[in-house]
């Protein structure tokens, strides 16, 4: 081979290391620098990378360059640009340059997190950055690990409402679905507008989505208390067994808040586990002044927010807490003898396998440790300030334009508009205007009406790219056939 | 701030990006020159690290340097060493150059790949990579996407496993569980030795662990057909439904390879579906000599294998590959209006969400991509086979020394081995080895004998550390207290 491919079994050699990894930090470098050039949404066809590829893996190695040229060929033609500041899709899905080094700090030491012993660093530093975030958002005393909770680090939202409804198939069964299988008898509870990982983890944990109740909203898209309420009593007196309300803070279509304060009462007073999901929203109460958005999370039994969605931190990095640790490991808990150690056996340590649906993990600590650490909570305090004041700049702009509703409370960073027109118009607009290459932005159905996502987030995004975007919806929407 | 901290909104500094980058690349690259100097297993206690640490997140920036000394200070004492070339615990879990490229590149473009129009690049490098593999192992046909397969990248074995279950359970039940739940009469089939990944599973899709049939298995810990087809006719007899068997090559205590031909039979005669686990031996299939390990996986409904374990891939990197992706898809399958677009409507393309769990998913298949063409196929081979070389090696050191006997068939890169002597001298011998710091193994019970497992299978391992880890073996166990 042309190049050195290292580590191998001569040892390790550091210069080759550096020539390689520097190539590609350049690249990298290339990349963030242009990401703004670049159609934001991918304008490739189906199928179109996989014929440019090769039938089978080569038989004999590659030099790097070849790796780079085709990241530039290939690639980049493929890529919906996240990280362009005219990114206004979905939701945010940051990066910064602390978080990718403590990703590939993590990746070189190679480290499996199962076990404490099996890098007793990986998991003491997770607990640590659970609690140092619990702080910094100014969550309830109860989900930090000095008490009977904690928190831990998963891939996603999704695995960590399958997990909260894990741990609360076993509180309201008594242990019975891990023994004996489920049967049909537990009731689960979202909105309406409740995000669709719920009813993927009520079909996963085998409760059935006939079980799972989307109960109505208000007319600012959050959860009726009074709808649930009737709901739980109708099911229990149906001979049914209420297991978990998911109350969501910033739903994914609206960032609507559900009333956590009365809905969280209830579910103590009915004794039912309440997961509450900020996944996107949540990052903002490291601001004092948006604290005020988890009043009554001191009802919750499992919180979860992203730091990979609007904290700095690349994917995967999401935060589950729970109150009582012991609920959630004693639902996820085996130990076959080859992971047996004395550590473990003495219950000298937490070992987060049993805090989580895979077996293995990576080291996911160490980038939310450089983040908190390079940016300071003052540094991330001031880059959510900055997308919110964004967004009230975007949303003043729509408001100028009688073409144009706000069809949603504006909360934080999303804007929920449309056209006073017809849905094919709107879904017309939203087609030219990711077609243009210039913004990319998202949509959604609210009480049949189509409507325009535009969500703020990307670390790169300015006064100019609000403006700019404004002004190309404005004028498209002025263009478009009657 | 002293420091750049970037991306922010006044764009992108290049210069800055490559400063910070680069003083993390020149530490990495010390750390792995060095890996080899620091005892194997951490020898920190439980908290040191939490307690060297504040108790809160600083409220401003702190430099670069600090985080590298920490790095240095706090966090190499709490690492047990994956990566050092005396780490013959548990299973390797590799790393090498164009992995960790592959990976951080990954990082910085920070897409989601939960949909095609996401970041086509994503999928359709993934589908791409999962056919190339699928082509150097010599995996049968029916997996390729080009057919009514595929594969898909996930983050582990247990994820993996849980998939399958999810689509065997959905079609032996007729879809009856996602929609109404379980009811307690679905079957599953493992060995007394298949991973605890399994039992996780059963518990987690709701079908209770006492459905979990753990078949027994012969002198070689191999699964017995005879005794799972009489617990086929036992269990139907009863009543109950078979859903699924999992069938083991390379199980996790002695690398046993239960006999895939005779047991795929049954299960296509029984009409289960069969998920084959060879999540540390399958990457051995690059090299045609190992190719028969395989043989009778054309019967097999779902398959999976772990690059990240000995591929030289870092976590995290499993294949799953299915016979029929519509089952898989149809078990997950969920679409709300925020994530509709034309291209999956039309379906014009795979949406790898439908796929896996969670609905996020990073862009995994850049890592291997950037592997199998640096080290090509040939480089793949040789690295494989210079670890089996090396464990060939250990197992013949130990077949000449009396006092020690071994006792499973050494397959591929694992020993299991002990001293003709009591459990507790066993004990005592391997907790003094990893208490040395210069080598790490890890162990299992077998029929109540407590034994040693020597796994061979990190980059830099080389004869030198073979015959040392020996050495050090021989000499201990002579200093043991009688």
Partial sequence: MSEALLPDSNGFDEEAFRREARAFLDWIASYLSRVEEFPVRSTVTPGALRAALPAQAPEDSEPVSALIEDLEKLILPGITHWQSPNFFAYFPANTSTPSLMGDLVSSAFGVQGMLWITSPACTELETHMLDWLAGLCGLPARFLSSGAGGGVLQDSASSAVLCALLAARERASAGRCNEEGCRGDL????????HSSLDKAVMVAGLGRRQLRKIEVDAE???????????????????????????????????????????????RAEGIWLHVDAALAGSAAVCPEYRSLLTGLDFADSYCFNPHKWLLTNFDCSCLYVADRNALIGALSITPEYL????????????????????????????????LRRFGAEGLRSYIRGHVALTARFAEHLAQDARFEIVAPVHLNLVCFRLRDSNERNAALLEALNASGRIYLSHTVLDGRYVLRFCVGQPQTSTRHIDEAWALIAATAATLDP
Same sequence: chains 1, 2.
């Fill in 340 to 371: 047996r150690n004395s550590i473990s056996d003495a219950g000298a340590a937490l070992d987060y396998r049993d805090w989580q649906i895979p077996l293995g993990r990576r080291f996911r600590a160490l980038k939310l440790w450089f983040v």
């Fill in 187 to 194: 009731v689960v509870y979202g909105s309406t507008q409740t």
């Fill in 221 to 267: 898209f959050a959860m009726s208390p009074a709808a649930l309420r009737a709901q739980i009593a109708a099911d229990r007196a149906a001979g049914l067994t209420p297991c978990m309300v998911c109350v969501t803070l910033g739903t994914t279509s609206t960032l609507a808040f559900d009333p956590l304060p009365e809905l969280g009462a209830l579910c």
